[in-house]
T-cell receptor, first 111, second 112 residues
Framework: GESVGLHLPTLSVQEGDNSIINCAYSNSASDYFIWYKQESGKGPQFIIDIRSNMDKRQGQRVTVLLNKTVKHLSLQIAATQPGDSAVYFCAENTLRGKLIFGQGTELSVKP | DTGVSQDPRHKITKRGQNVTFRCDPISEHNRLYWYRQTLGQGPEFLTYFQNEAQLEKSRLLSDRFSAERPKGSFSTLEIQRTEQGDSAMYLC??????????FGDGTRLSIL
């Protein structure tokens, strides 16, 4: 069946370093992915999205890379800050619009 | 704040009671989604509406669950005869067509 999964459940980085969060998906027909950030006690917050006609997309301090050959995407956060500490989810935005989430990676930023 | 609003934020109830949650989406969004999230997991899709029409329901949505969006604006999610396994965070999201969904901060349900 469809699934979107993450390689690592936790990631600890030093403040100022770059963070890379990985995500694998199984459905080769998937063509639209979204990264969400979820802080404790809050709902997921949209970070950035990418469609399958792109390999890379950049936002403010974030970059998403999509490798369709190996069905893998990653979220890179530049100059990680304490406020980036949260759980990060990749999600497939299906044709019908519903989201299929992975399990999440908890990012911890050490000062 | 013009984001997605959910009420209540927390609900504690005894097993067997009925509960109802409300979601107010972003005003111009025609789609509204409900998800359930348990600790350490990603949100799981329950159901969604386009305007007032409920277009899809997950198999997770047992017959004890019902959702409505009567005027195509706010939505309610009702759980009848609550069970321990219903304890979770219930998240609402809205979007304009298939644009990225924006989430509310959820209703945390605890069943005693």
């Amino acid at each position: 069946g469809e699934s979107v999964g993450l390689h690592l459940p936790t990631l600890s980085v030093q403040e100022g370093d770059n963070s890379i969060i990985n995500c694998a998906y199984s459905n080769s027909a998937s063509d639209y992915f979204i990264w969400y950030k979820q802080e404790s006690g809050k709902g997921p917050q949209f970070i950035i999205d990418i469609r399958s006609n792109m390999d890379k997309r950049q936002g403010q301090r974030v970059t998403v890379l999509l490798n369709k050959t190996v069905k893998h995407l990653s979220l890179q956060i530049a100059a990680t800050q304490p406020g980036d500490s949260a759980v990060y989810f990749c999600a497939e935005n299906t044709l019908r619009g519903k989201l299929i989430f992975g399990q999440g990676t908890e990012l911890s930023v050490k000062p | 704040d013009t984001g997605v609003s959910q009420d209540p934020r927390h609900k504690i109830t005894k097993r067997g009671q009925n509960v109802t949650f409300r979601c107010d989406p972003i005003s111009e969004h025609n789609r509204l989604y409900w998800y359930r999230q348990t600790l350490g997991q990603g949100p799981e899709f329950l159901t969604y509406f386009q305007n007032e029409a409920q277009l899809e329901k997950s198999r997770l949505l047992s017959d004890r669950f019902s959702a409505e969006r009567p005027k195509g604006s706010f939505s309610t999610l009702e759980i009848q005869r609550t069970e321990q396994g219903d304890s979770a965070m219930y998240l609402c999201a809205s979007s304009l067509d298939v644009q990225p969904q924006h989430f509310g901060d959820g209703t945390r349900l605890s069943i005693l």
